[in-house]
């Protein structure tokens, strides 16, 4: 087996590991996907939401503080929203509490709704199964602020409230809020103390926050949905960090921690420190199977997290918090470092997840700029996706021309390997016939190793790609040919069931770009086996069965994947296919074999022209083999 069919080998069980890692863990295919609620500027009833006591929380009861306005059983359900608005978000702040309540993302739609054609806007953030409460510890006991009802004072439009606690004597915290106007996704909160510094402890010195939502499941696929679905955080000076996306973990950050995102495939809810930093942080997450039924039938995961943050209970100063409810956009996220309130940047378009350092290098340096410009040309993102993946091919025509030459030189050159191959006939000669070969396309200018290079220019692309566009929340509700969302799996065949392996559809642009797959393996291993002697041949039998074998198991694992990523694999081999038959076309054999002979003859008549490459490491390891051989016999005798 020669060098060449080694390192084949090897990138094909790569990318055979590397896709199995992605895929790990599949999760059974959810049967329907769930219904939207629609939007309400009031809610009518506010549930009671399940509440976590503070890890650090006192036991005495808080309700005595604040007497008057403390939540009786039969008024939970009466307190009331108050509303705030711009021209993307709608936040409804519950009265209990004086928290966020609801919150919805006009612009968009979950699938349910895009699909039955419903005018509803997407709930993003739903107070009946979320929660955030603030704790302090004063010496009368913990204040949660979940145990009252605020009052809403300050309101002089829609975009802004005061939430007010106060007890008798007119001390009081307050909750200012301030979300920004216009197109913004940024709520700005002030936590504020007045009065209160009666209530301190020599402890008062932080306020513990405990927060957990239940996310929604708002696209077509559980599966794929919820494997982009995870809960982020990042550390002050650090990278972010994420749990699990395929099963329950609880962590402990190790340090500061600058913001938490509760966050699935393509919006988030952050709750962010942009001042100062959350301390001791703890959070989890649970998953949700996708087989749920009742309260948790239609969401995908469970997600907690426990903070402190400095307070000043002495109201000299507020404790500063932003919330960013909004789409997963990279340059939307990055954008909203100009809303920030303190100086450190906030990062937040690292939840958009763009692989590991190269593969996000590629994206955020190329695809995404090249994805912006015709985005904005107004295209189809089905043609916006042909286009890069044309642009990519002419990028890549090159070493592709220079390796299917590569392989046309040694398939012209192929008798010759056979007279070799019939010159050393015995396996203990293989060194000896190996280093004549390597000669031999050395003499004739030609690299063996040359027909790797595509594939390792074209790997980090399509990995890349693998990582982009299921992130590329412009392809969202974007239909195209069959497929009616391009973020999501087109179904030609529902089977109405779920199938082990396949789930309970099948997707067309998946079947097209295994098909695609298997025909452009057969072409790869007809050129490789044309240039390769008979011996050669038969040790590639192994590669050639496991190069049939990866559109099969592609196809179990891209099935449920989403329409736009199968369709650019598609057309990314479809053209890789064509360019392959157009230069095989092009290639004249007779005229190739006169070229090579004639870089034979200047060769030969250069009497200062060495091997190079594999051949002399080849040569050299020839020559050492000689010499320990010779060694062995000097010592015998």
């Keep these: 087996m020669d060098k060449n069919t080694i390192t084949g080998l090897v990138l094909i069980v790569a990318v055979l590991i590397g896709f199995s890692y992605y895929n790990s863990n599949n999760q059974p295919q959810r049967k329907t996907a769930p219904a939207t609620e629609q939007v309400q500027s009031k809610a009518d009833a506010a549930a009671p939401a399940k509440q976590t006591e503070p890890s650090k929380a006192a036991t005495v009861d808080s309700t005595a503080l604040f007497a008057a306005q403390s939540v009786a059983i039969d008024t939970i359900g009466k307190a009331g929203h108050v509303t705030l608005k711009n021209d993307n978000v709608i936040v409804e702040i519950n009265r209990r509490g004086g928290v966020i309540g609801n919150v919805y993302l006009k612009n968009y739609k979950s699938y349910a709704d895009f699909h039955e054609g419903r005018d509803a806007a997407l709930l993003l953030y739903e107070e009946k199964n979320a929660s955030l409460n603030l704790a302090l510890n004063t010496k009368d006991g913990v204040i949660n602020t979940r145990d009252y009802i605020f009052e809403s004072v300050d309101q002089k439009d829609s975009t802004q409230v005061t939430m007010r606690l106060a007890d008798k004597n007119g001390a009081a915290l307050e909750l200012r809020y301030r979300l920004l106007s216009g197109d913004k996704y940024m709520l700005n909160v002030e936590v504020v103390a007045q009065g209160l510094a ?21 696209e077509k696929g559980y599966d794929f949905e919820n494997q982009y679905s995870a809960l982020t955080y990042k550390l002050t000076g650090d990278d972010t960090q994420k749990l699990n996306e395929l099963g329950d973990e609880t962590e402990k950050a190790e340090g500061a921690v600058d913001w938490v995102a509760f ?16 301390q001791d942080l703890t959070v989890r997450s649970h998953q949700i199977p996708a087989e749920a039924q009742g309260a948790d039938a239609g969401y995908l995961k469970d997600y907690n997290a426990e903070m402190e943050i400095p307070f000043d209970i002495q109201g000299t100063k507020a404790t500063q918090l932003q919330f960013f409810f909004g789409p997963n956009s990279f340059n939307l996220l990055k954008s909203m470092d100009a809303d920030k309130l303190g100086e450190k940047d906030l990062d937040l378009e690292d939840l958009v997840y763009l692989g590991w ?11 995404i700029y090249v994805f912006d410009f015709l985005t904005q040309l107004g295209l189809p993102m089905g043609i916006v996706l042909l286009l890069i993946t044309i642009l990519l091919r002419f990028i890549v025509y090159v070493p592709t021309r220079k390796s299917f030459l590569s392989s046309a030189k040694m398939r012209v050159l192929k008798p010759k390997i056979d007279e070799i191959s019939k010159k050393y006939p015995k396996k203990e000669d293989a060194m000896k016939k190996q280093q004549e070969v390597m000669s031999l396309y050395s003499q004739y200018g030609v690299s063996p190793m040359g027909g790797c290079l595509p594939m390792l220019i074209q790997m980090p692309i399509w990995i890349a790609m693998f990582n982009f566009v299921p992130n590329a929340i412009e392809l969202r509700q974007e239909g195209f040919l069959w497929a009616d969302d391009l973020s999501t799996y087109d179904s030609v065949l529902n089977f109405g069931t779920h199938i082990w392996g396949i789930g309970d559809h099948l997707s067309l642009f998946c079947l097209l770009f295994c098909a695609t797959n298997l025909v452009y393996s057969h072409m790869s291993i007809r050129q490789q086996r044309d240039s390769m002697s008979s011996e050669q041949a038969q040790q590639m039998k192994m590669m050639q069965w496991m190069m049939y074998l990866m559109p099969v198991m592609f ?5 449920k994947y989403s329409a736009g990523l199968n369709y650019y694999y598609f057309i990314s081999l479809l053209a890789s296919a064509l360019t392959m038959w157009y230069l095989r076309r092009t290639t004249d054999d007779a005229k190739l074999l006169e070229k090579l002979e004639a870089n034979y003859r200047a060769n030969k008549n250069d009497p200062n022209k060495k091997p190079k490459g594999l051949a002399a490491r080849l040569e050299a390891l020839q020559k050492q083999q000689e010499a320990l051989l010779e060694a062995q016999k000097n010592r015998k005798k």
């Design 198 to 218: 009666k209530y301190a402890t020599t402890q008062t010195k932080s306020l513990q926050l405990n927060w957990s939502q239940k996310i929604k499941q708002h």
């Design 263 to 278: 966050k699935n495939q393509y919006f988030s809810s952050v709750l962010i420190a942009p001042v100062s930093e959350f």
């Design 555 to 559: 196809f179990f694992m891209f099935n």
């Design 357 to 367: 350092p190269l593969f996000k290098w590629i994206n955020r340096f190329f695809t």
